[in-house]
């Protein structure tokens, strides 16, 4: 349904007058709206309609500058607003409806301010809500000692560079959870920060929701489990900022997986906190390192790898590094097998890479093992063409990024697991640089994994490689107490994906329209899988690899598998 534009600032007026009549009101009210309704169809159609229809090519002006055509579209965007206005005020000789957040779309007209469209407004949130939490970092997990991962910005411990696979500086024991603080501190040295909301872009909210789950998803009941998330919300609502948009240009970020805050019920057995299925949380962004196909309010983000480098010519020369390593591991896996789960190919993968001379298995299962230390990972990485990825206890898996940075190419089973969650981060076209394989070919009796990677040509991993090598630098989080100067990290990829995303809902509302038509929440893995100018998801050939289950218990089951299995490798 599009949203009509406000016309109550006419209501004053149209009162005015106690000598008019009743049906004289009544026909000009019904004039006004007739002319409203000419100059929407006029504006959608012809100013709208013109408008796009001229770009195709990269435009060229005086300078020699060449303008992309990204940025033509930005700036025809921009366009509309003006344009809007000043038709409407043309023909109704009333100033035309102002939303509040009309400032904040202005900026990006100034040319010369380097910030226009790109402010970002950071909520002074009680302490509470995060610092409190890293005082008591002991509380954080039962099995894991969190207080040394929340040292260095988030970063944790150094790690030494005896066996030489690492870099000598910007590697740290980085746990995979940590991006709730690590986002925040990166957040710190945005060049872009205001103390102005009505300037800002977004809103970010610095709440550690990953950090609070953490601390009650074991022997707590619901109420202490919603306690922060119930008392956030209504801290934000009562903020002047909350009104602007309803939340809608706010966001916050999450280290863990979505399962964690999306509890069906009050039952006590019941999984998690109830975070993500607030009414006032579904209108934000929240980032996540594991989103829900199904929903949406949350978005994927990468896992924190090991590397944080401070510089560009750090993440430069790594990339160098890995192009000129030589690696004798046709494929990979680094893992343990799900012997619980019936529907887990993990077993078969084991035994293929047991089996293969081509192969290379390092086992993460019971006691000490070589899958818990960042060198033996890395080093394996390093040395394989392909790195296996199936599904962990959920889609996604920490070592899908570990593999990346040293250049391995990911061999992913299912689409959960990369393609439809880091969307922002990764390019649509996944076989640029990864090999899909479904689940089902595994669980085949004759699928060989050696012949299927064996076929790939030299030439074309040489250049599937080189592609997962550009990527880096948005796969990884730069040192949060220092800033690279020209590359864009996954903190920067993330903030200009929220950007963009609040941007286009402004001018969505302000033109009247949605940005999707018969948009259906179930189907919500489908719509970043879009080309540009697609308005509506119809079938897709990944349809059932994503059949909602009636009841999501099999994603509760798979959060506290993730918990069981982070207790077992501090065991």
Excluded at 301 to 320: E, G, K
């Amino acid at each position: 349904m599009r949203r009509r534009l406000p016309v109550s600032l006419l209501s004053d007026q149209m009162e005015k007058g106690n000598a008019k009549s009743h049906n004289t009101r009544i026909f000009y009210l019904v004039t006004l709206s007739a002319v409203f309704w000419i100059l929407l169809l006029y504006f959608h159609f012809v100013v709208l309609g013109g408008s796009t229809s001229t770009i195709h090519e990269p435009v060229e002006f005086e300078h020699t500058r060449v303008v992309k055509i990204e940025e033509v579209s930005e700036n025809v965007a921009n366009a509309r607003v003006i344009e809007y206005a000043r038709v409407f005020e043309e023909h109704t000789h009333v100033k035309a409806p102002e939303f509040p957040f009309m400032r904040a779309l202005r900026t990006i007209e100034n040319k010369s301010d380097p910030c226009g469209g790109r402010y970002i407004y950071v909520h002074n949130l009680p302490p509470r809500f995060n610092q409190d939490m890293l005082k008591e970092c002991r509380s954080l997990s039962l099995w894991t000692n969190m207080c040394k991962f929340t040292t260095n910005a988030g970063l944790g411990p150094p790690l030494e560079n005896i066996q030489g696979v690492f870099s000598d500086t910007g590697w740290y024991a980085t746990n995979q959870f940590a991006v709730d603080v690590i986002f925040s501190n990166r957040m710190k040295q945005y060049e872009c920060l205001t103390n102005d909301s009505s300037l800002a872009a977004a809103i970010f909210v610095p709440f550690y929701a990953g950090f609070d789950i953490a601390r009650y998803l074991w022997g707590y009941n619901t109420t202490t489990r919603d306690s922060a998330s119930l008392a956030l919300v209504e801290w934000l609502m009562k903020r002047p900022e909350w009104n602007v948009m309803n939340g809608k240009d706010h966001f916050l970020v999450a280290g863990r997986i979505t399962w964690d805050f999306r509890r069906l019920s009050d039952e006590e057995s019941d999984w998690g906190n109830k975070l993500l299925f607030l009414p006032a949380a579904k209108n934000m962004s929240m980032l996540v390192v594991e989103s829900s196909p199904w929903n949406a309010n949350d978005f994927g983000i990468p896992y924190p790898t090991y590397f944080h480098p401070a510089r560009d010519s750090d993440v430069l020369n790594w990339q160098d590094r890995m192009r000129n390593l030589e690696r004798k591991w046709l494929f990979s896996f680094a893992g343990a097998p799900r012997p619980d789960n019936p529907k887990s190919i993990r077993g078969q993968i084991i035994d293929q890479c047991r089996s293969s001379k081509l192969g290379k298995l390092l086992e993460c299962d019971f006691g000490e093992s070589k899958c818990h230390s960042p060198s033996s990972i890395m080093q394996m990485f390093q040395s394989s063409l392909f790195c296996l990825q199936p599904q962990g206890d959920s889609y996604t898996r920490r070592s899908a990024f570990d593999s990346m940075l040293a250049g391995c190419i990911p061999v992913f089973f299912h689409p959960g697991s990369a393609y439809t969650q880091y969307t922002w981060h990764l390019p649509k076209n996944y076989t640029t640089y990864s090999v899909f394989i479904p689940e089902d070919d595994i669980r085949g009796k004759n699928f060989s994994l050696e012949e299927r990677l064996g076929q790939i040509s030299p030439e074309q991993v040489k250049l599937m490689r080189e592609n997962v090598i550009n990527l880096i630098p948005s796969l990884i989080y730069a040192d949060p107490r220092s800033k690279l100067e020209s590359l864009k990290d996954s903190f920067d990829v993330s903030v200009q994906a929220i950007i963009d995303k609040v941007t286009r809902l402004r001018r969505n509302i302000i033109e009247g329209r949605t940005e999707y038509d018969n948009f259906i929440e179930e189907n919500s893995w489908k719509y970043e899988l879009l080309d540009e100018g697609q308005r509506e998801a119809g079938g897709h050939e990944w349809d059932p690899f994503f059949s909602k289950p009636k009841v999501e218990e099999g994603n509760s089951e798979a959060a506290k598998n993730s918990w069981k299995n982070e207790q077992r490798s501090q065991s």
